[in-house]
């Protein structure tokens, strides 16, 4: 179901240019008190999983991989409104595009896909392992991973989100009895965040804004939230948040 407060509507579109991280002339956030397209870059379990959660929801997604083929059963259960594509065809679909590769590949989405993405609201699931993804991964931790994703994409309306959970409790937890499971954001620009915290309730899962991208590394790999699941009265007792 869409999320009661899914946000009445967002800025005008010529004020949104103007929010940080949106380049001149860029498309604004997309208001979300209606449907969304949403593009997949990269399908796999988290990805996957939020394509069913968001197609339920009533939005609209094209899904991508390398191996696009292998989606086309996946989008058939999810009828008419899940599509299949190339990851260039899901950048220029969504009017909110969620990234969810292998860390390493991030820098390479960001090059190719550099004028689909421009402007737009990305929601980054991915997160740095040194043993899969090699120095940057390194260096991506040292920065901290909100910093470093804005660096490989840059020009997009950024939000951190999705990294801090695992794919199976982001499928089995949707939508649960009593108090949802909380996910950490965290994004530089106010109304990608807004779009994001929607999207997140309509997901099934109650969103709590950390804070700038520079404080994504309070739920990076490592940290005492990652992976846990924690209502978000927990999630801001252990973040220290208000």
Do not use: C
């Not at 498309?27 to 399908?43: H, N, Q, W």
């Not at 991208?213 to 801001?236: I, S």
């Amino acid at each position: 179901m869409f999320a009661a407060v899914m946000i009445a509507a967002l800025a005008a579109r010529g004020a949104a240019a103007q929010q940080p991280g949106a380049a001149a002339g860029a498309p604004p956030a997309p208001p979300a008190s209606a449907a969304l397209k949403i593009g997949i870059i990269g399908t796999g379990h988290i990805g996957g999983a939020l394509a069913s959660l968001w197609v339920a929801a009533g939005h609209e997604v094209l899904m991508s991989s390398r191996h696009p083929e292998e989606l086309q059963a996946l989008a058939h259960s999810l009828g008419p409104r899940a599509h299949v594509g190339t990851p260039r065809e899901a950048a220029q679909f969504g009017e909110v595009v969620l990234i969810s590769v292998p860390y390493g590949a991030t820098p390479q989405v960001g090059k190719d896909l550099k004028s689909e993405l421009a402007g737009k609201v990305v929601l980054d699931t991915g997160n740095p392992y040194p043993e899969r993804d090699g120095q940057m991964a390194v260096e991506a931790r040292r920065k901290g991973t909100g910093v470093a994703s804005a660096e490989f994409l840059p020009g997009v309306r950024l939000v951190r989100a999705f990294n801090a959970i695992n794919s199976g409790d982001l499928r089995s937890e949707a939508h649960r009895k009593g108090q949802p499971i909380a996910i950490p954001l965290a994004g530089d620009d106010a109304e990608a965040l807004k779009v994001a915290e929607a999207l997140v309730r309509d997901a099934g899962f109650a969103p709590v804004v950390v804070g700038p991208l520079a404080k994504a590394r309070e739920f990076d790999v490592g940290t005492t939230v990652y992976t846990r699941l924690m209502t978000e009265p927990q999630l801001r007792a252990a973040l220290g948040l208000k």
